[in-house]
T-cell receptor, first 111, second 115 residues
Framework: DAKTTQPTSMDCAEGRAANLPCNHSTISGNEYVYWYRQIHSQGPQYIIHGLKNNETNEMASLIITEDRKSSTLILPHATLRDTAVYYCIVRVEGSARQLTFGSGTQLTVLP | DAGITQSPRHKVTETGTPVTLRCHQTENHRYMYWYRQDPGHGLRLIHYSYGVKDTDKGEVSDGYSVSRSKTEDFLLTLESATSSQTSVYFC??????????????FGEGSRLTVL
């Protein structure tokens, strides 16, 4: 399985865009990039996922580089409620077993 | 929010006692998972199920067993609890693991303390 590398922590000013990077240099062709977040003491929450094209939904945008070795999750207008641990996961197609969470990035949105 | 209920939400028990955690879903999703979360380790998969009576091991399955006799219920059992099993346990469900799917929905967690 491809391993992901994320910064341990990041800060962002409220109202500004939060850009969370993730490296997955060993990603293979059939692996998707998923992002989840976990607000303190709650269960993780799905944010977005993609294969190679950029994706956008009501929560965030996902930018995947052309070589697919890294990606960036963008929260366009961060709020205090976006303070959470953000997990970047690469997942083998068709395998429930391989959805593995790393340590993630602690994003703190500052007022 | 996905209809997932974990019980109990909090439990304190003693070493050597059996413990069963229950995950109940109302979404009729095929896949169910049990994760544990510990400081410094993130979320680690214990067991998962891909249908009634169909289960498989995750990365930290030792000391745990599971059962799924109905689509809606997935039970995690610690036959003889140890202090190393003190953790927060999360249940998750998903409809599919196929292309462009596999989104997991998580429960609120069950905090287990083994003294």
């Amino acid at each position: 399985d491809a391993k992901t590398t994320q910064p341990t922590s990041m800060d962002c000013a409220e109202g500004r865009a939060a850009n969370l990077p993730c490296n997955h240099s060993t990603i293979s062709g059939n692996e998707y990039v998923y992002w989840y977040r976990q607000i303190h003491s709650q269960g993780p929450q799905y944010i977005i996922h993609g294969l190679k094209n950029n994706e956008t939904n009501e929560m965030a945008s996902l930018i995947i580089t052309e070589d697919r070795k890294s990606s960036t999750l963008i929260l366009p207008h961060a709020t205090l409620r976006d303070t959470a641990v953000y997990y970047c996961i690469v997942r083998v197609e068709g395998s429930a077993r391989q959805l593995t969470f790393g340590s993630g990035t602690q994003l703190t949105v500052l007022p | 929010d996905a209809g997932i209920t974990q019980s109990p939400r909090h439990k304190v028990t003693e070493t050597g006692t059996p413990v069963t955690l229950r995950c109940h879903q109302t979404e009729n999703h095929r896949y169910m998972y049990w994760y544990r979360q510990d400081p410094g380790h993130g979320l680690r998969l214990i067991h998962y199920s891909y249908g009634v009576k169909d289960t498989d091991k995750g990365e930290v399955s030792d000391g745990y067993s599971v059962s799924r006799s109905k689509t809606e219920d997935f039970l995690l059992t610690l036959e003889s609890a140890t202090s190393s099993q003190t953790s927060v346990y999360f249940c998750a469900i998903s409809e599919s693991t196929g292309l462009n799917t596999g989104e997991l929905f998580f429960g609120e967690g069950s905090r287990l303390t083994v003294l």
